[in-house]
């Protein structure tokens, strides 16, 4: 079966210092991979997407990930922590030709001062 | 613009009850999805329309469940009775059609429903 899977459940950072939170997708995808980020009683607001034209895609609000697939990894990555980046982060994917979305569990953000 | 919006944000009613949350997507926005989020477990897809057809109704739960989309513009779920383990954050969703804008979904906050 596709899957998606966030490795964390929580990712603590301190301020300023970088932040990773991992996704690996399974390799039957013909991947389209997304990243998705909500705030406290927001909805989910997208941070970036991979569709196969660049392996490393740029985000908002400084953010990146990079599609490895020989890991089948998408990993969000920021260098530098922000209190406002405190949130939930969704890793997300769609199957070949569907809109059947499939979400990694999620993984909590917390940034300390 | 307007975002997507739902409601009730919260709703609380008793097993055996029926609720009816509601979806307003984007205006212009062909595909609109519902996603259901139990406590503790991930996002899971229930169904998505293209204006007022169903594409894909295979996440629904059973036939408590009912999904329409009138005319294509806002949609309606509605739980009919509810039971306990109907209870979680319903999520809307809506995007555009096109090439560019694939897979690219605008999120509303979410009803939290509660069945006691």
Redesign the interface.
Same mark, same amino acid.
């Given at each position: 079966a596709q899957s998606v899977t966030q490795l964390d459940s929580h990712v603590s950072v301190s301020e300023g210092t970088p932040v990773l939170l991992r996704c690996n997708y399974s390799s039957s995808y013909s991947p389209?991979l997304?990243w998705?980020v909500?705030h406290p009683?927001?909805?989910?607001?997208?941070l970036l997407?991979y &569709?196969s034209a660049a392996t490393l895609v740029k985000g908002i609000n400084g953010f990146e990930a990079e599609f490895k697939k020989s890991e089948t990894s998408f990993h969000l990555t920021k260098p530098s922590a922000h209190m406002s980046d405190a949130a939930e982060y969704?890793c997300v994917g769609?199957p070949t030709g569907?809109?059947? &979305?499939?979400?990694?569990?999620?993984t909590r953000l917390f940034v300390k001062a | 613009e307007a =975002?997507?919006t739902q409601f009730p944000s919260h709703s609380v009613i008793e097993k055996g009850q029926t609720v009816t949350l509601r979806c307003d997507p984007i205006s212009g926005h062909d595909?609109l999805?519902w996603?259901r989020r139990v406590m503790g477990?991930?996002?899971?897809?229930l169904l998505?329309f293209v204006k007022e057809s169903k #594409?894909?109704e295979? =996440?629904m739960p059973n036939n408590r469940f009912l999904a329409e989309r009138t005319g294509g513009t806002y949609s309606t779920l509605k739980v009919q009775p509810a039971e306990l383990e109907d209870s979680g954050v319903y999520?809307c969703?809506s995007s555009q059609g096109g090439t560019a804008a694939? =897979?690219? #979904?605008?999120? =509303?906050?979410?009803t939290r429903l509660s069945v006691l």
């Open positions: 389209s997304f998705y909500q009683n927001k909805g989910l607001q997208l997407k &569709t969704f769609y569907g809109f059947k &979305t499939i979400f990694g569990a999620g | =975002g997507v595909n999805y996603y477990k991930e996002i899971k897809f998505h #594409q894909d295979s =996440g999520f969703a694939w =897979g690219i #979904q605008y999120f =509303g906050a979410g």
